[in-house]
């Protein structure tokens, strides 16, 4: 079992949707979670960390399941800028290794 | 002030051939990663420096990779020969781990694109 998993995708939707991505991890002593963004043909950056009561930060929220040992990341009112790959990234037992899952590619469209 | 810099942006060798990768992080981060990207996959963590000690390098495929942090400072990624499957982005990160937190902010550099023919 991979230590990061996503499903990669492609999420397809129009502008307006709402759209969710869920991350599952097999380490349950990891406490540090993250979803970045990589946009085709560049390097990822960090979109927002995931804290255990859940966070938000304009149309993005971010929340955490420990007992299920996933995270999700819902997006609302998709823009056209939203397409891009999101990865899930685990600081795998909370040892300082940021472990990166697979990706999924979202793609909105007019 | 300037991001994680990387060299060279691109390199195409035959197989069997070396080649090296250099990464200068951000003044003041202590901790240096390079990862593997191949296309349609994240970024595959291949160790990970604290100052100039590597303190995971378990992913390192060590028959034919090698990496170094001299001073702590720049890092250089080597691989000798190369194999076609080498063939993939080759990203160096590098943030400030300390005092028990990690902020999970990595910060990349554009990444080397290798191509083994």
């Known amino acids: 079992r991979k230590e990061v998993e996503q499903d990669p995708g492609p999420f397809n939707v129009p502008e307006g949707a709402t759209v969710a991505f869920n991350c599952t991890y097999s380490n349950s002593a990891s406490q540090s979670f993250f979803w970045y963004r990589q946009d085709c043909r560049k390097e990822p950056k960090l979109l927002m960390s995931v804290y255990s009561s859940g966070n938000e930060d304009g149309r993005f929220t971010a929340q955490l399941n420990r007992a299920s040992q996933y995270i999700s990341l819902l997006i609302r009112d998709s823009k056209l800028s939203d397409s891009a790959t999101y990865l899930c990234?685990?600081?795998?037992?909370?040892?300082?290794?940021?472990?990166f899952g697979q990706g999924t590619t979202l793609q909105v469209k007019p | 002030e300037a991001g994680v810099v990387q060299s060279p942006r691109y390199k195409i060798i035959e197989k069997k051939q070396p080649v090296a990768f250099w990464c200068n992080p951000i003044s003041g981060h202590n901790t240096l990663y390079w990862y593997l990207q191949n296309l349609g996959q994240g970024p595959e963590l291949l160790i990970r420096y604290e100052n100039e000690e590597a303190v995971d390098d378990s992913q390192l495929p060590k028959d034919r990779f090698s990496a170094e942090r001299l001073k702590g400072v720049d890092s250089t990624l080597k691989i000798q020969p190369a194999e076609l499957g080498d063939s993939a982005v080759y990203l160096c990160?590098?943030?400030?781990?300390?005092?028990?937190?990690?902020?999970?902010?990595?910060?990349f550099g554009e990444g080397s694109r290798l191509t083994v023919l």
């Open positions: 990234v685990v600081d795998v037992g909370n040892t300082g290794k940021l472990i």
């Open positions: 990160a590098s943030s400030y781990h300390g005092g028990g937190q990690n902020t999970g902010e990595l910060f």
